[in-house]
């Protein structure tokens, strides 16, 4: 053989091995990076479970409860409105006994843990010492009911029980 010939025939295999170990180099880092993009979408897997577990709680709320609430805190945004617009020297606007109670027993259920909180004081003859309100809310995820008991401005007894009439 031509020495010539072979060394052409070097190089061109060579070159040849050099182009495939380049290719087979670039076809392995754009691998790494669908593997690193693909790990990461790994925390996709969970997004079922997440949906279903927000779509059971959407299940659980009451839009008449939210309106209940919204409109509670509307009438409580529009009492501060008032007592901001008063004048510093003139007397508060008067807050209602009933108001007061309400606000009372709320706030005693918020940091007694309860959620969802709702007076059922319907019929309930505020100027009374004590009254005694009808509550239901939700405490580590089961509805109680039952009543509060206040005297003054305090909660002094609270007779609370699970409501299993809420379970299907």
């Known amino acids: 053989m ?52 927000l779509s059971r709680v959407v299940e659980d709320l009451d839009p008449g409860l939210i309106r209940e609430e919204f409109e509670r805190i509307h009438t409580a945004l529009a009492r501060l409105e008032a007592l ?27 940091d007694e843990g309860y959620r969802s909180a709702r007076l059922l004081d319907g019929e309930t003859d505020f100027s009374k010492d004590p009254v005694a309100i009808q509550v239901r809310g939700i405490l580590n995820g089961t509805q109680i009911e039952g009543s509060v008991l206040v005297r003054g401005d305090e909660v002094v007894e609270a007779t609370l029980e699970p409501d299993y009439r809420a379970f299907p």
């Open 2 to 53: 031509d020495p010539v010939l072979a060394l052409i025939l070097g190089c061109l295999l060579t070159f040849m091995v050099a182009g495939a170990g380049v290719v087979l180099w670039q076809v392995s880092k754009r691998l790494k990076r669908v593997q690193e993009r693909l790990e990461a979408m790994q925390v996709l897997s969970l997004l079922p479970d997440r949906v279903q577990a």
């Open 84 to 110: 901001a617009a008063s004048p510093a020297g003139a007397a508060p606007p008067e807050i209602s006994r009933a108001d007061v109670v309400r606000a009372l027993v709320h706030r005693w259920l918020r």
